[in-house]
């Protein structure tokens, strides 16, 4: 007696062909996602890194003077204080820093600090993030690496806005003489790119208050 072994079809090679291939294509899927996902996590700890420098070299640049000058070792040409917006301006909201086409809006009146010697830079040297918000120094596209033969060329989606608030506005009052008891400095610290995979782009913002005693 003979046994006859059938094996399997066209149609069922096909069948499984086809389900091992979506089982590929989901697992790619994850595997990209979890990358997306860890790469965005890298760009926001490097950023916030960015920022924290900015607000660390603002408030030891604040600290000599009450704000107007700052010590011997940093560029005596310009000063904190001339890179202010009016009190009668409002620095730009949050929400607006993308526009309806997601793009980063650098604001007018906005300005940078090179954490190395504090020298400051106005909007002219700010523009969009090519990879994610930072300082960039150096002549290579790709070199961010600070070194003393490498100056400070331009800050690509990281910018500050500073505004003084009077005494009235913190609650600090007037004196005798009519004048704000208390004034104090808001440096809005910005930062603005877009991750890749991404549509819409990343914001981070933050706030450092020095302190202006009269």
């Avoid at 420098?53 to 603002?58: G, K």
């Avoid at 700010?126 to 690496?145: E, T, W």
């Amino acid at each position: 007696m003979s046994i006859v072994k059938k094996g399997d079809t066209i149609v069922e090679v096909l069948f499984s062909m086809a389900i091992l291939g979506m089982v590929v294509i989901i697992v790619l899927m994850i595997m990209n996602r979890g990358l997306t996902v860890a790469q965005a996590a890298l760009e926001i700890d490097s950023v916030r890194n960015q920022m924290n420098s900015q607000a660390e070299i603002i408030r030891l640049m604040s600290s000599s003077s009450k704000i107007r000058s700052y010590n011997q070792g940093f560029n005596q040409n310009n000063h904190l204080e001339s890179f202010l917006i009016p009190t009668s301006q409002d620095v730009q909201p949050f929400e607006d820093m993308v526009d309806a086409n997601n793009n980063c809006v650098i604001p007018n009146n906005s300005f940078v600090v090179d954490v190395r010697d504090g020298h400051i830079y106005d909007q002219s040297h700010i523009v969009p993030a090519s990879v994610f918000s930072r300082l960039v120094y150096g002549y290579a596209p790709d070199s961010n690496k600070i070194e003393d033969n490498h100056n400070f060329i331009r800050s690509e989606g990281l910018w500050v806005q500073g505004r003084r608030v009077t005494g009235e506005e913190i609650g600090g009052g007037v004196n005798a003489a009519g004048n704000d008891k208390f004034n104090a400095i808001d440096f809005h610290i910005r930062a603005c790119w877009t991750s890749p995979g991404s549509t819409r782009p990343t914001t981070l913002a933050t706030i450092v208050r020095v302190y202006d005693e009269r």
